[in-house]
């Protein structure tokens, strides 16, 4: 399985942009980068996946490096509400694919 | 209605006890998840079920049992609980399992202390 290493905290000032980064150097030709976040007392919540190409929805961006050892999310407008430990994982697929969590980076959000 | 439920929210139980979890879903998923997460740390996958069938087990004891009766329920039976097994217990479905890309929905968990 592909390791991924996050920072386990970062830090930002509300409706700044935040950039979170993820190094992912195992990861096979195949495999998906996908984000979740967990807020405080909540179960986690899917944020975006993608594969080579740069993805937007609207919550997030998602920018992959052009070797794809890396990945970074991008949170445009940072809102107290963004506060929550993000995960970045890698998704291979196949009948014993499992999706499987990190130790995430924990983001608070500063007033 | 893109709603994972799970019941109860909160289970305080002692360790001769005999009590089930609970998790629907009604967005027609296929595949469906028990995750254990203690304090602090990140959520670890225990079962997956596929087309109702159980397709991972991650030798998890057998004092956790699975159970999903039709593609909209999934129930964890716990006998026999240790304090250890204190955590939060989440369930996720998915639209089936094992694709690549595939997205998961959480529901909030049920807190979980074995006393």
């Known amino acids: 399985d592909a390791k991924t290493t996050q920072p386990n905290s970062m830090e930002s000032n509300e409706e700044e942009p935040v950039h979170l980064p993820c190094n992912h150097s195992t990861i096979s030709g195949t495999d998906y980068i996908h984000w979740y976040r967990q807020l405080p007392s909540q179960g986690p919540e899917y944020v975006i996946h993608?594969?080579?190409s740069n993805v937007n929805n609207r919550m997030a961006s998602l920018a992959i490096a052009e070797d794809r050892k890396s990945s970074t999310l991008i949170l445009h407008r940072a809102t107290l509400r963004d506060a929550a430990v993000y995960y970045c994982?890698?998704?291979?697929?196949?009948?014993?694919?499992?999706?499987?969590f990190g130790k995430g980076t924990l983001l608070t959000v500063n007033p | 209605d893109t709603e994972v439920t799970q019941t109860p929210k909160h289970l305080v139980m002692g360790m001769t006890n005999k009590k089930s979890l609970k998790c629907e879903q009604h967005?027609?998923?296929?595949?469906m998840y028990w995750y254990k997460q203690k304090a602090k740390k990140p959520p670890e996958l225990m079962f997956v079920y596929s087309y109702e069938k159980l397709s991972i087990n991650e030798s998890v004891p057998s004092r956790f049992s699975p159970e999903c009766p039709n593609s909209s329920l999934l129930n964890l039976h716990l006998h026999a609980l240790q304090p250890e097994d204190s955590a939060l217990y989440l369930c996720?479905?998915?639209?089936?399992?094992?694709?690549?890309?595939?997205?998961?929905?959480f529901g909030s968990g049920t807190q979980l202390s074995v006393l």
């Open positions: 994982t890698p998704g291979s697929g196949g009948s014993n694919y499992k999706l499987t």
């Open positions: 967005m027609g998923h296929r595949a």
């Open positions: 993608g594969l080579t």
């Open positions: 996720a479905s998915s639209q089936v399992q094992g694709a690549a890309n595939e997205k998961l929905f």
